[in-house]
């Protein structure tokens, strides 16, 4: 989809990124052993985006892609590893700095029923950044808000400032979350599953949207999903994630053409095609995803895995390129 | 005779700021061993039909007009206690989250004992727990797992719990309101597949409820699109998915991605779906159509077939097609 657009430097880049959440004990629990467990969202991923591409985290429910978005726009402390921003370390970034680092780098969260303050009239939801950073108030502020909400098609925009979010319908609603996430004209926006609460119908919008601010404002995205289908429309690069882990993760062509990893060919094979006269095999897999508290030893997909060997419960599979931009982990693919 | 039939049901809920007509002039009808689709965005009244045909519409809401046959009774018009009976042993219905439709202090067991005992209370214990074992094991569940209690099992096992209670007294129609849509694509195919096997094991009627095309279009043999309260097109599956007709059903085909395609185009559908308590006049669809006419601001288009089987309620195929409304009358 993206033709030769310029994808020279490395807009965002991870190194080997953890993040561990603690869980929580009962007060004898905590009394009478030391070890504290952890739930390994992120278990150690390295990727990066490039400038002006649409890089996509793909995964079932529990695979850490959220946790990764939140860890990179620094909502959550990351365990160990390294973020970096345009070649700037920004993985302890504090204070004034961090809010600094904020005006470039955005988010915008699934629910958008969620996400705006109930309170909160359109001009001021979407102006709020404005008046944080310091940027404009008033009557200017109003200025900037009638702008980007023209920009995300809400028009006419001064039919829209004064309504409160109970009054918007829900594909209204993530267009002022859109809104409010480009106000402030940031280089990179982690969008965490921004249509799966839409209707179908209004679906295309907020992706066009998306799609059309990467080329007007230069925008690089970080996209979060559990719909393959919406990934593969929209993205130009997927990394398929399992418990914490990405174990594939190419450019989307090789990637849905060529599937590797099985775990990578049974979540395609799931997916329902709309189309009745089409029938296709699906690759069962047996057991569901175990805890995150308990990773499997080896290869963390092996329980379930229809190819498994010996040494697959043994030996953690690295991630290796095995075409140009695709790589997978897994030791069965050579 | 279909084992189902609706015929004209209207469905309002009357509430103080004025009345929303959620399901307006619905006809239907589905044999056993037939799956029908119900697809509609939220607000297009697909729930709502699919609650009337157990009568547990929630209040305020009220079936204002229509019958409902199920194995040619009459449902509208059984005292509460009768229909009771119908509901579990002849017309089930399975729940869109599985999280909150099961009592989390009970144990499985107990679910399907109290429903077995409340429809065939000459059922032994042993009797009951035999059956229970069997519904377990036809849909992958362990037997000895029966004492465990609902938060000790994970989404999909819960969801394919609510099927065992849904088939337990082996109904004749199962109503699936969005069974998977809060279940991952792997556990949903698994739903999904184990519904179709179901169906054809029992030679049950099987009606599917989801806003997701994709899954509608692959399991239906028959799909009913919604739009804000109206059936606006009826059709096989394949012959949705090829020929649709009417410019919503069109939009949605074109909205959706397919994953099999590369360098596809979608297309949005301009506009949102209606206030529904302040719906446009004439067709429903109008301020987001493209190929709008003035008839259309004005009149509400009949439901016309453009072909056997194929049915639509847009005046573009006005002349070609036979006024079904009319000559159903006559």
Redesign the interface.
Known sequence: MAKKVFMLSEVVKVEQLEKYFPVQKGFLEQLFTRELRYVKAVDGITFSIRSREIFTLAGESGCGKTTTGRVIVRLLEPTSGKISFKGRDITKVKGEKLRLLRRKMQIIFQDPYASLNPRMKTVDAVGHPLEIHGLAKGEEKKEKVLEVLDKVGLTPPEQFINLHPHQLSGGQRQRVALARSIILKPEFIVADEPVSMIDVSLRTTIIDLMLSFRKELGLTYLFITHDLAVAKYISDRIAIMYLGKIIEMGDKESLFVNPMHPYTQALLSAIPVPNPERKRKRIELSGEVPSAIDIPTGCRFHPRCPYRTDKCSKEEPLLIELEKNHFVACHLIK | MPFLEVDSLTVDYQMRRGTIRAVENVSFSLDKGETLGLAG??GSGKSTLGLSIIRLVPYPGVIVEGHIEIDGTDILKLPEHEMRSIRGRKVAYIFQDPMTSLNPVKRIGAHFAELIHTHEPNTSKEEALERTKKVLENLEILPERINDYPHQF?G??RQRIMIGLAIALTPDLVIADEPTTAL??????KI??LLGNLRKMYGLALILIS?????I????DKIIILYAGHMIEYAT??EL?KHPKHP?TQ???H??????L???K?????G??PNMLNPPKGCRFWPRCSHVKEICRVREPPLIDVKPNHFVRCFLYGKEGVHVERSRKS
């Open positions: 965005e939220s994970s999909g096992m991952d694509v792997i556990v949903q195919a999904l597949e806003h997701d095309l994709s899954i279009l692959e399991k239906c599956g394949i998915h919503y939009g949605l085909l909205s959706i991605p397919n994953i099999e590369s360098d596809q979608l297309a949005a559908i301009p949102s779906p």
